[in-house]
Structure formats: structure tokens, C-alpha cells
Nanobody, 120 residues
């Protein structure tokens, strides 16, 4: 079982920045894959969009929509992952969810989500 708690969402103007934080109840050294997903208004849970993922191997993947603007990172000492979001656009407006899958044989875990709204 893994509990994930996100924070850091809010309202920001276009071009602004936010940093999301996700703290895990389990050491992230025991989790093979962690990621940030987002669910835009009117989109179903099943169609959540992968924003950025990070593997225990050190591999990182970004969606084309955020590449060059968002950065995923970890702080293993705090069992925390971050999503630094720069040059935000109105199209980034969504609920952002933290995701963890300890390994391919285990369940996936989700945080409760944090709202990000980009608007002038």
C-alpha cells in the first residue's frame, strides 16, 4: 500500500510557474515508477494524460505538450517527487495527480489530485 499526498496547485497567470509536490508513505527507492498525470475538464478518469514519468533506473519521460517547460525530480530523503512547471499556458489547466507503481506485479496508486488553473 502506498499513500500519495499532493500539494502546490493553485491559480497562476499565463507564463507563470508552479511547483507540485507529492510525498509518498513508502520510500521511493522501493517504487519502480512514479509519475504525474493530469485530467482536464470534461475528460474521463480513464483518459488521464501522462505529463511526466520517472523510473527507479533514472529514466525520465515527458509528454510532447510539456517538454521543455516542465521538470520532474525527486528527493529520496523526503520520499518526495516534484513537478516544476514553468511558462504555464491556459491549456495546462487540469487536476494533476501523482502516480506510483512499485513494480509491474503490483497495483497502481494515485493521489487525491491538486487543481492547477492557468488564467489571466
Amino acid at each position: 500500500q502506498v499513500q500519495l499526498v499532493e500539494s502546490g496547485g493553485g491559480l497562476v497567470q499565463p507564463g507563470g510557474s508552479l511547483r507540485l509536490t507529492c510525498t509518498s508513505s513508502r520510500t521511493i527507492f522501493s517504487i519502480d515508477r512514479m509519475a504525474w498525470y493530469r485530467q482536464k475538464p470534461g475528460i474521463s478518469k480513464e483518459s488521464r494524460e501522462l505529463v511526466a514519468g520517472i523510473w527507479l533506473s533514472g529514466d525520465i519521460k515527458y509528454s510532447d505538450a510539456v517538454k521543455g517547460r516542465f521538470t520532474i525530480s525527486t528527493d529520496p530523503s523526503q520520499n518526495t517527487i516534484y513537478l516544476q512547471m514553468d511558462n504555464l499556458k491556459p491549456d495546462d489547466t487540469a487536476v494533476y495527480y501523482c502516480f506510483a507503481r512499485p513494480n509491474a506485479r503490483t497495483d497502481a496508486y494515485w493521489g487525491q489530485g491538486t487543481q492547477v488553473t492557468v488564467s489571466s
